[in-house]
Every structure is written in structure tokens, then in C-alpha cells.
């Protein structure tokens, strides 16, 4: 059965093409599968299919939607593949030239979905019967080059290092301040290593962000080291325009900019342990501090000890302090013992 090699030029999907799961290791091949087999032709111009270059193909259900089933490599053009699927069904295939060598399908790859597609969106399926399928003939050209953004990610700092449990996280949205649902994300085990964003419709404008997860858990928390595209430390990232040769936006970051939470608010202008606000901490105010440490009070009786996170040690040395050397000299009293302000301009 041979695929032709047909074009209608004029289609594009504005969706995004589910293929990290093109990179998953597929099962073992299973002597109760069913076979899909037949021969791949490449006649692109970007060098001889070889072991350093060879074909991948790969085959899934539900257009590639949970990743492959099982992917085959094949190191000489019209080589022959074998794959295994595990019922009869309808399938999809997707093949493409591995140039980087990694096994996966990256920005400035020739590719093509079955019957000469796109997107997994649009790929035609193959229909398997219980008996499989033999002789399935296919074949591409450079006529789609995928699409996205790439690069190298490079974490320069000293609080921790890249690894399978600590990867390094590159983020891309589709808007400028990042606040939205991410459109995709690559996950680098490798220090300076490459990671891929794929999008075949070659129209969007991606903002990057990329960070060290220190916690292994997919997200930028506290404490974790980051740059926001090209190098900033916070929004709007500069716009990057995905293309089929978008292969050098690349990350180098070190520990300047950190993610911070969000720092409870300290009550403007206080003096801690001044919980009477008239700008001094007097014998009586330091015991009421005191009972509050030992549970024996609420905060609530001396609220100007919220300032240093509650009632601790830190806050009744910084009252004791202010108790014997008054309180800071930017904060004076206002009326009669009841309120005070910051001795600073506001503009």
C-alpha cells in the first residue's frame, strides 16, 4: 500500500500537537501483539538516513493523545519497521527524520503524519484487523519541518545541581505576563542540555521562563532559581516567534533572580512591643509580650508584635532593645498616644 505523497498546502489547525509522549519508551514487544508492518522512504535533503540519522516510527491510538505505543528505527532508507499494537483497531503512525539522534521528534525535524498531515490532529488512521497489517509502505520529504522553539538550558548557581530528581524547567506561554495556562513545557536532566517546545502551526508567539526545580515537582516555588526570557527576573518576558528554525533560544541563568512567597504584611510604621502605640515599650508591655509567648495571652493584646511574625524570641529581644534605647527614630508619635507614622516622604 503506498502513501501518496499529496500536499493540500492551505490547512492549518490552530492546536497544540500532544507529541511528548513521542520520546516514551515503548513496551516490549509482546509475542501475543499485533503486527503493523512495511517500509519507510525518506527523499528530503537533509542527508542519508544512516545509524547517526535514522528514521523514527511511531504508532499510538487516539492521535498520539497517551503517547506512543511502539516506535521502531530504522537506519537505511526503505528500511523495514516492525511495530506491535495491542488489539485490532484503528491507529496512527508518525515518522520522521531523527537528526539530533535522540530518539524523539524536535524543532527542525522533517516529519509527517499518516496520510501526509501535520498534526496529530489530522492524522488519518490505519486500520489494524486481528491478522495486522504488512507491506504498509510510507514515505516523506522536507514538505513539513516541525515547528516550535529550542535550545539550551544552563544553570550557573551553587543551589543544587541538574538531575533526573532536580531537571531543569522551561515553561512556554502564550502570554506576555505568564499568569495563564502554560501552552507546553521541556524537562532537561542535563546540565546545559536541549530542550524542545513543539508547535506545528508556526504562528504563535511563545514567553519562556525556565528555572531550576529544586523540589522535583513540575513547579517554580520558593527559594527556586529562574530567568524569565532573555534574562530578566520578572514580567513581561521578551515575545520569541516560533519557526521550524527556532533553535538557539537559550537560557543561562545563575542564582540572581530567586522565587520569593509572598511576605506577610507588617503593620506600617510600628514599634514591636509598643502595644499601646504611645512610641515606648514600658516593664508592663514587655510581661503582656512575655505571657503571649507562653500561651497564656492572644497576639491580639499587643498587636504591634505581629511586625515580627508573631511573639518569639527575635520579637521580645527587639522589644527589650527599644525598651531600654526607644524606639526606631523614624517613627514619631501623632496626637495623643494613639497613633504613629513613618518619618518618610510619600510620593
Do not use: W
Not at 502513501?3 to 492551505?10: D, M, S, W, Y
Not at 503524519?113 to 486481528?130: C, G, I, K, M, Q
Not at 498587636?303 to 529581644?317: H, K, M, S, T
Request: proline share 7%; glycine share 10%.
Amino acid at each position: 500500500m503506498d502513501e501518496t505523497l499529496a500536499h493540500n498546502g492551505t490547512r492549518r489547525i490552530r492546536t497544540a500537537l500532544l507529541l511528548g509522549g513521542l520520546a516514551l519508551a515503548a513496551a516490549p514487544h509482546d509475542v501475543r501483539a499485533i503486527p503493523v508492518a512495511g517500509t519507510v522512504h525518506y527523499t528530503g535533503t537533509q542527508g542519508s538516513v544512516s545509524p547517526t540519522q535514522p528514521i523514527q516510527i511511531h504508532i499510538a491510538a487516539d492521535h498520539f493523545k497517551e503517547g506512543k505505543l511502539d516506535g521502531a528505527t530504522i537506519t537505511v532508507d526503505r528500511g523495514a519497521y516492525l511495530l506491535d499494537v495491542p488489539a485490532a483497531g484503528d491507529y496512527f503512525l508518525v515518522y520522521f527524520l531523527d537528526v539530533i539522534n535522540d530518539g524523539a521528534l524536535n524543532v527542525g525535524e522533517p516529519y509527517q503524519f499518516y496520510f501526509n498531515e501535520f498534526s496529530a490532529a489530522n492524522a488519518d488512521p490505519v486500520s489494524v484487523p486481528s491478522s495486522g497489517v504488512s507491506g504498509l509502505k510510507v514515505g516523506f520529504d522536507d514538505h513539513y519541518i516541525m515547528s516550535g522553539v529550542a535550545g539550551t538550558v544552563t544553570y550557573t548557581g551553587t543551589l543544587g545541581s541538574v538531575s533526573e530528581q532536580t531537571p531543569l524547567i522551561v515553561v512556554a506561554h502564550t502570554d506576555s505576563v505568564m499568569l495563564g495556562t502554560p501552552f507546553g513545557r521541556a524537562r532537561v536532566v542535563r546540565n546545559g542540555g536541549r530542550y524542545d517546545i513543539l508547535d506545528p502551526s508556526e504562528s504563535q508567539t511563545f514567553y519562556l521562563i525556565a528555572f531550576l526545580d529544586l523540589n522535583g515537582d513540575g513547579s517554580r516555588d520558593a527559594a527556586e532559581p529562574y530567568a524569565i526570557y532573555p534574562d530578566k527576573g520578572k514580567a513581561p518576558a521578551d515575545p520569541v516567534m516560533i519557526g521550524p528554525t527556532q533553535t538557539g533560544i537559550d537560557f543561562v541563568f545563575g542564582d540572581e533572580h530567586l522565587a520569593h512567597p509572598t511576605p506577610t504584611p507588617t503593620p506600617p510604621a510600628s514599634c514591636i512591643g509598643d502595644c499601646d502605640t504611645d512610641m515606648q515599650v514600658s516593664v508592663d508591655e514587655l510581661l503582656i509580650l512575655l505571657r503571649i509567648a507562653l500561651g497564656q495571652a492572644v497576639t491580639s493584646a499587643c498587636a504591634p508584635a505581629a511586625g515580627a511574625g508573631g511573639v518569639g524570641v527575635d520579637a521580645i529581644l527587639t522589644a527589650v532593645e527599644q525598651a531600654l534605647n526607644a524606639c526606631p527614630p523614624n517613627i514619631r508619635a501623632i496626637g495623643p498616644r494613639r497613633r504613629a507614622v513613618a518619618d518618610t516622604k510619600v510620593c
